[in-house]
């Protein structure tokens, strides 16, 4: 088993849906990371969480401890949001899931 | 630019030959990761120097794979003797620890194509 699983790993969305991948780890981490990455392999970091939930735009991410569990939502998909979405638990390095490959049709 | 560099964007070469990455992190970031992504997966560590000192190395890294970071600053990633499995994109990554973790930048990685 993984140290860091994430489901979906496909997602088709119609532009405007709200949409949700989640991220369960069995690490001990200090913070867990949501990643975006475009085709080209660019990664860019969207939030670095160790409890609670964080907002920017469209994006919410969420954490429980407890539970080693996270979520990544986005509110009213757009087809620029289509990319792979990647949680990585972070202990003393970063753990990387597979990654969610997100398509939004319009 | 300021950000996670990585020389050469784009390498093929003949099976057998060795090859070089480069990695110039951000200048004051202390911690310094490779990592090794194949098309479809996440990407997987090889890798990891706080300053200078090589603190944790994977399984994956086979004899064949040497990584240095020399004065702290830049690090090298060299595969000797190619082979095909090696094909794939590496990624380095720079961070400055701090006890509640730590935000994470990541160069645009590597291509490498052995054929």
């Known amino acids: 088993k993984n140290e860091v699983e994430q489901s979906p790993q496909n997602l088709t969305a119609q532009e405007g849906e709200f949409i949700t991948i989640n991220c369960s780890y069995s690490?001990?981490?200090?913070?867990l990371h949501w990643l975006q990455q475009h085709p080209g392999g660019g990664i860019v970091s969207l939030f670095m969480l160790s409890s609670g939930k964080k907002k920017h735009g469209r994006l919410i991410a969420t954490i429980n401890i407890q539970e080693k569990h996270s979520s990544l939502h986005i509110t009213a998909s757009h087809p620029r949001d289509s990319a792979v979405y990647i949680c990585a638990a972070y202990g003393n390095k970063l753990v990387f899931g597979a990654g969610t490959i997100l398509r939004v049709k319009s | 630019d300021t950000g996670v560099s990585q020389d050469p964007r784009h390498k093929i070469t003949k099976r057998g030959q060795n090859v070089t990455f480069r990695c110039d992190p951000i200048s004051e970031h202390n911690r310094l990761y490779w990592y090794r992504q194949t098309l479809g997966q996440g990407p997987e560590f090889l890798t990891y120097f706080q300053n200078e000192a090589q603190l944790e190395k994977s399984r994956l890294l086979s004899d064949r794979f040497s990584a240095e970071r020399p004065k702290g600053s830049f690090s090298t990633l060299e595969i000797q003797r190619t082979e095909q499995g090696d094909s794939a994109m590496y990624l380095c990554?720079?961070?400055?620890?701090?006890?509640?973790?730590?935000?994470?930048?990541f160069g645009e990685g590597s291509w490498l194509t052995v054929v």
């Open positions: 990554a720079s961070s400055i620890q701090a006890l509640k973790g730590n935000t994470i930048y």
């Open positions: 690490v001990g981490i200090s913070a």
